[in-house]
């Protein structure tokens, strides 16, 4: 290569690598893999040692990747006003780990440490590196002071009150011993099974899911709502005291230490004192790891003495004494037999890959998204092309390339529907997005049907029926609205095929009870495109009834706090549509709440101040033990913390959280125990538990 080729090619590197980094940490939404990206960079750092005089200080060489916002990523804002979080610069820079792939490339760094450091003796600290975002905690006196996002590893993003929210982050600190101020990193995760709650939901809102449990942790990180971050399930571990006043003599005693001040720590840290022992290490959580309930991507090696880690030093992007050891992702090559293209209840139309099944993570695969039509033109993907399939965090099936090697000589590129697949209406797509929309919200079958079933869902009016059911009523023409299943009466469903008694009986009897639901279900269960659950309860909350939030006007609307312009404009025009009036009304005729309710009193104080997980089953539903606790004074919290009072344990618990329990130390007790604390009379007495209810052809519920 010419020096006029590597200018071009560094170029090139350049500008895709800073695209990528951009996607990665702001839009929590890569592009690429980390594998990828990795090799990216190495050919630019050769290419920068073969031509150094195209070295500049700002090559992606010689920085970290950017969490910060600017004005390039700003734009309309679904979920509020755009805020910029304040900014603070780190104590000590937040660096990056070089990043190796391979056992050899691992012996290259325990061979440059042994020969920098000659005939002293050390050891190495192996632990998991976890697929998160970064954070820097700062505690003074025992108390958490600032949370940091790592920035550009020189600033970083002040998201304290956010990760107050996060349960295992301690606010103070336990015991003796700490330093009067220090700082501590770790990361942020978030569980796969948060992960896939969290990525239902969205499904279920038909928003793009995240790609995996790290960017899922990222974007919730940075939410402008506190209390929406407390309710995403996030975790913290922690593992690098940065600070030279420290007066330990390893790494490994630091965070014995800090694990008892009461900070998240990971138990899997293992001290290796040579390169087979580190081998056998990464061998064994290779295996291990797809049991662990959060996402790891590879192992990190540190130089476990202090002394010698500052011996050693860095580079100007990462510490000379640790490496990462990335593993490989689970991948299989398949077969895309077909693309179909499905309506979903907003009108969005998602391309799916139906392809040969194949086994991946212990499971077998058999369909996977292709997002919209731009990323299908990204890939160039064809129909009976051999596709590579992974798991995004090992949970959600994506294609990540095609063998060209095996595409067939008579392949034709799919051309993307010019019209609905489900009613022929042309398809628009949105100013500046991706997706492409049928605009016949109100006689899409599709659409329809879909809007139906979020109707009935758990979530929002929680009436026993399923997807068999709706499209039976539906193709009866029966029903057509979410009112019109008001109106159906006994006999009307025992004339249909599949309908008994007892059947029929359940189904009109969730009907009567979704009445008592409140309005900010009601409100979400109307399934205007953009309002999900938080908004929605939001909205209810600011407004008050549904009179006021159809008359609001758009500024009215903007000035709730979890709505920003998309959402307004959303919410501003469903009411502006004479059937929707109409709807609302027949709606209120049927008893539905179209208001809040007044605040419950409490019934009494006996939980005042009480912070109370629970986990398992009781005589009663989860639902109300928990509204008892809250109807007592005291504080339901989704995850076990330093702060958590009791763990009221049913029968099966979660060993996950008798577990954690039992570390911190808290008091478990049971559904009995439980009872003796509250006033007498105050708790429904015991019954059976629940029987599942199942759709009338056969769909569990």
Known sequence: MDRNEARIRIDELRETLRENSRRYYVE?????????????????????????????????????GSDLEDSSTSGKALTGHRKEFEQYPHKYPMLSL???????????????????????????????????????????????????????????????????????????????????????????????????????????????????????????????????????????????????????????EAMRAAASWGLPISDKREICRSAEEIENYINRWDKERKFLPYATDGIVIKINELEYQTELGYTSKFPRWAVAYKFQAERALTKLESIVYQVGRTGAVTPVANLAPVQLSGTVVKRATLNNAGMMEQMDIRTGDSVYVEKGGEIIPKITGVELSERPADSVRP????????????????????????????????????????????KAMNVIAGEATVEQLFNLDMVRTPADFYDLKRNDLLRLEGWKERMADRFLSSLRDSRKTGFDRVLFALGIRYVGETTAKSAAKYFGNIDRI????????????????????????????????????????????????????????????????????????????????????????????????????????????????????????????????????????????????????????
């Open 28 to 64: 929590n939404a890569p592009t690429m893999s980390d594998y990828e990206y990795d090799h990216l960079m190495y050919e630019l750092e050769d290419l920068e040692k073969q031509f150094p005089e195209f070295i500049t200080p700002d090559s992606p060489t010689r920085i970290v």
């Open 98 to 252: 070089g990043n190796t792939y391979s056992m050899d490339e691992v012996l290259e760094f325990t061979s440059r440490a042994a020969k920098a450091l000659g005939s002293k003796e050390f050891s190495y600290s192996c632990e998991l590196k976890f697929d998160g975002t970064a954070i820097c905690l700062t505690y003074r006196n025992g108390r958490l002071l600032k949370a940091l996002t790592r920035g550009d590893g020189v600033v970083g993003d002040d998201v304290t009150e956010n990760a107050m929210r996060i349960s295992n982050i301690p606010v103070t600190l336990k015991g003796s011993g700490y330093p009067e101020e220090f700082e501590i990193r770790g990361e942020v995760l978030m569980p796969y099974k948060e992960f896939d709650r969290l990525n239902q939901e969205r499904i279920d809102e038909e928003e793009p899911p995240f790609a995996n449990p790290r960017n899922a942790a990222s974007g919730s990180l940075k939410l402008l709502d506190p209390e929406e971050v407390g309710r995403r399930g996030l975790w913290c571990t922690l593992y690098h005291i940065p600070s030279p006043d420290i007066s330990f003599r390893t790494h490994d």
């Open 415 to 458: 051309v993307f529907p010019e019209i609905c697949p489900d009613c022929g209406t042309p398809l628009v797509k949105e100013d500046g997005g991706a997706k492409y929309f049928c605009p016949n919200q109100d006689g899409c079958p599709m659409q329809i049907k879909g809007r139906l079933l979020h109707f009935l869902s758990r």
């Open 550 to 701: 159809s008359s609001a006007s758009m500024e009215e609307l903007l000035a709730v706090p979890d709505i920003g312009e998309v959402i307004a404009e959303s919410i501003y025009n469903y009411f502006r549509k004479p059937e929707h009036i109409v709807e609302i009304q027949r709606l209120r005729a049927a008893g539905l709440k179209m208001s809040m309710d007044a605040p419950e009193e409490n019934l009494s104080e006996a939980l005042k101040g009480l912070s109370i997980v629970i986990s398992g089953n009781f005589s009663i539903s989860r639902d109300e033990m928990k509204e008892l606790i809250t109807l007592h004074g005291g504080r339901n919290s989704s995850s076990l913390s330093s702060r958590t009072s009791y763990l009221l344990a049913g029968t099966k618990p979660g060993p996950e959280k008798m577990k954690k329990a039992e570390q911190l130390g808290i008091k478990v007790i049971s559904e009995d125990e439980f009872r003796k604390m509250l006033p007498e009379g105050s708790l429904p007495e015991n019954r059976e538990e629940e029987e599942e209810y199942t759709d009338l052809f056969g769909g569990l519920i």
